[in-house]
């Protein structure tokens, strides 16, 4: 049984810095793309960055780019999502998703999601 659980949401203030984690379990994770979106209630999905299956390629929201870096070690089976300078408009709960293609930003497109981790940024 496949199982994504993400980590390293939290509260934190304007310009300030999250790392999140995603770590995978129950699939051969580097045959994996690999993405995070995020939601907001009240709102649809949204694509925030994704990478693929040997991490060569990685694709970003316009509204992240320049802030957001995503990673993935196979080793660990996990992908990160280093996000700095937040805003408040970012707060958001985001969730990892893991798909068979790269470059996809439907969430409908992947496979396997996670729960999500909450992250709020206070202004």
């Known amino acids: 049984q496949v199982h994504l659980v993400e980590s390293g949401g939290g509260l934190v203030q304007a310009g300030g810095s999250l790392r999140l984690s995603c770590e995978a379990s129950g699939l051969t994770f580097r045959s994996y793309a690999m993405a995070w979106f995020r939601q907001v209630p009240g709102q649809g999905r949204e694509f925030v960055s994704g990478t693929s299956w040997n991490g060569g390629r990685t694709k970003y929201a316009d509204s992240v780019k320049g802030r957001f870096t995503i990673s993935r070690d196979d080793a660990k089976n996990t992908v990160y999502l280093e996000m700095n300078n937040l805003r408040p408009e970012d707060t958001a709960l985001y969730y990892c998703?893991?798909?068979?293609?790269?470059?996809?930003?439907?969430?409908?497109?992947?496979?396997?999601r996670g729960q999500g981790t909450q992250v709020t940024v206070s202004s």
């Open positions: 998703a893991c798909g068979s293609y790269y470059g996809l930003t439907e969430t409908s497109a992947f496979d396997y």
